[in-house]
């Protein structure tokens, strides 16, 4: 009887042991995985930062450049615009009140372009005239951009095959200047 008492004890030691290691070992491994995770998101976050660096550079430089070479005085908003060459298109004002876009080109040589609202359609004019012609499923984007061609309207959307299309109008008169299909 003692003896079964004993190997019972013993084997009751023996499972509360093996529990005790197994909790030392799974909380191990979630230190571990805590740590691993800490450190991803810190190279994540560094990645983003160094990454971001180039745009955040040329933004100061063109903000710089609006106030050495324009009347801009009121940013409302600003874009980037990558066509045949790289912008940044600002939103504002000019010292008459007047609602002014400029598109500073990412070439410093370049001059900045400046353009009155006035002087265009606006986005919902754009808009209207690519539901008129095509049957967008989605519009993805709008934005103004510049080509050869001058200032435009440059819409994104989706059509009825989910297929990528851009739509290019005039910024001036509201024309169609082209179209990017299918991709």
Do not use: C
């Amino acid at each position: 009887m003692a003896s079964h008492l004993i190997k019972k004890t013993i084997k009751k030691l023996s499972l509360q042991y093996i529990v005790h290691k197994e909790v030392k070992q799974l909380k191990k491994w979630i230190f571990i995985s805590i740590f691993v995770t800490i450190i991803l998101v810190g190279i994540a976050t560094v990645v983003y930062i160094n990454s971001r660096e180039p745009l955040n550079s040329m933004y100061e430089q063109a903000l710089e450049r609006l106030q050495t070479e324009t009347e801009l005085t009121n940013i409302e908003e600003f874009s980037r615009y990558n066509g045949e060459k790289s912008y940044l298109v600002f939103k504002g004002a000019n010292k008459k009140s007047e609602k002014v876009i400029a598109w500073v080109p990412s070439n410093h040589q370049e001059d900045i372009i400046l353009e009155k609202w006035a002087n265009g359609i606006t986005k919902e004019d754009a808009l209207n005239t690519l539901k008129n012609e095509v049957n967008p499923k989605e519009i993805l984007s709008v934005h103004l951009g510049i080509e050869r061609v001058g200032p435009v309207w440059e819409i994104t959307y989706l059509d009825e095959q989910d297929a990528l299309n851009y739509y290019y109008l005039l910024f001036r008169t509201g024309e169609w200047w082209r179209n990017i299909e299918n991709l």
